[in-house]
């Protein structure tokens, strides 16, 4: 898991040309997008543009990819991604390929990381998440995560 601004992101060495496009895309981004997916490149990369009011802590699940990578940025408002690593945890629902995605139930220790606009988290498939939750009260928040694919 990285968190950073997106000031640094070129500071980092990628294990993929892909993402140079996600953050090339994330750095030139226009004012106003709508909410939907816009794809990034002939490889897979794309991106999920959301709005939506965070959640309390309570009820929950974590989720991991195999397939992709997530980025997600905050556009507007703030909130908090739980994180804790893949290792170790049980699965609640199996691993679906088509969504890319298993659930595990969230233990109590688990990190509350705090994305505020103009700020970066990269989730690779060891790092289980739980991002939408909110910061002292439900919150509307934009949010566009580009989902960078690994193979």
Known sequence: MILDTLENWKRYLWPSARFETAFEFLEHMQEGLRDG?????????????????????????????????????????????????????????????????????????ATDIILAPEQFCVLFPQDAHAPSIERGGPATVRKIVVKVPLD
């Open 37 to 109: 997916r816009i794809t990034l490149d002939d490889a897979g990369t794309y991106c999920s543009i959301q709005t939506y009011e965070t959640r309390a802590r309570e009820g929950h699940k974590l989720e991991a990819h195999r397939k992709y990578v997530d980025i997600q940025v905050l556009l507007e408002g703030t909130e908090s991604i739980l994180w804790t690593p893949l290792e170790g945890l049980t699965a609640i629902d199996p691993y679906d390929h088509q969504r890319d995605m298993a659930t595990y139930a969230l233990p109590s220790e």
